[in-house]
């Protein structure tokens, strides 16, 4: 084995590594195997077993020449144990156990919160009572439709009495909505955009039960659901693709048109409903909207949805009741700015 300052040796590519300020060549007839070095002098036996104060691993070097590198994080003696192994096995095996490094600690991973047998009972019973009442209910505004397209094409007060009677009938048996500030709400003749922040599954169905004729924007693979996608196109509720920017920019389009003709309209600004129940960041179409159209803001805070029905538990339902603070309206021309006061009125009532 040769030894020689960095400066001496003949460039092989990019080096691996370097330790303290000397680089070991060893000759390609010789096999690298693990060991240790005493100050950078000692001698190798056929295995080149050598010893030092750090740990070394061989890589193979274009030239046929195969360097040392230093590794102060794991042992590689204990993939010697019984017998050598290629150096790309070696790398292998490190590079998989880097990958599913902590994946089996604590810190890795949320717990998954014990789901009670009482609660997938309850869950179940919530399907059965609002999908018979829907069924039964959907058959009223079916008779009732051509009169609602003759006399009252875009607010739909009677499509909306229905689903508020179809929501109460729903949640009534199950949890308690305690609401503040009704007095705050627009008369049902005056337009104006409603937001509020997204919990859970429940929502619609307390935003529902408060009677306001107002459209909200949903997810066009829903109308296709039997009775409820139903419901949702004789209500008026607006279509909306995600992903579709042409979606997106109709989307608004329609918002405007039903302001403007005396409708109102429901964002939830946060886009999707929040998995832990913190209050996301707002996205501003709807703030757009009511800045273009000037109609007002009316902010609205739900608490206890997301205890009741997590994200990503729809089949359950916990016990606790759901509580509603509707802010008074803001006025406005500026999108960031009634953004802003309305995200900051709903985060100052959640954190109450």
Known sequence: ????????????????????????????????????????????????????????????????????????????????????QRLTELARRITVRSDLSGAATPEASFPEPEIKLSSRLRGICFCIVAGISAIFL???????????????????????FIAKLWASISIYPFYKINIEGLENLPSSDTPAVYVSNHQ??????????????????????????????????????????????????????????????????????EGTRSKDGRLGPFKKGAFSIAAKTGVPVVPIALMGTGEIMPTGSEGILNHGSVRVIIHKPIHGSKAEVLCTEARNKIAESMNQ
């Open 138 to 160: 959907i058959v009223l505004m079916f008779v009732g439709h051509p009169f609602v397209l003759l006399f009252d094409r875009y607010r739909r007060k009677y499509h909306h």
């Open 200 to 269: 859970s599954f429940l929502d619609i169905y307390t935003l529902l039960s408060l009677g306001k004729s107002y459209k909200f924007i949903s997810k066009t693979g829903i109308f296709v659901i039997p009775v409820i996608g139903w419901a949702m196109s004789m209500m008026g509720v607006v279509p909306l693709k995600r992903m579709d920017p042409r979606s997106q920019v109709d989307c608004l389009k329609r918002c405007m048109e039903l302001l403007k003709k005396g409708a109102s309209v429901f964002f939830f600004p």
């Open 1 to 84: 084995m040769e030894v020689a300052s960095a400066s001496h040796l003949p460039y092989y590519g990019k080096p691996i590594c370097s330790s303290q300020s000397s680089l070991i060549r060893i000759s390609r007839d010789k096999r690298c195997r693990f060991g240790r070095i005493s100050n950078g002098m000692a001698s190798l036996s056929t295995s080149l077993h050598a010893t030092t104060r750090g740990n070394f691993t061989g890589e193979t070097r274009p030239s046929g020449v195969k360097w040392c590198n230093r590794s102060l994080r794991w042992d590689p003696y204990k993939y010697l144990d019984k017998k050598p």
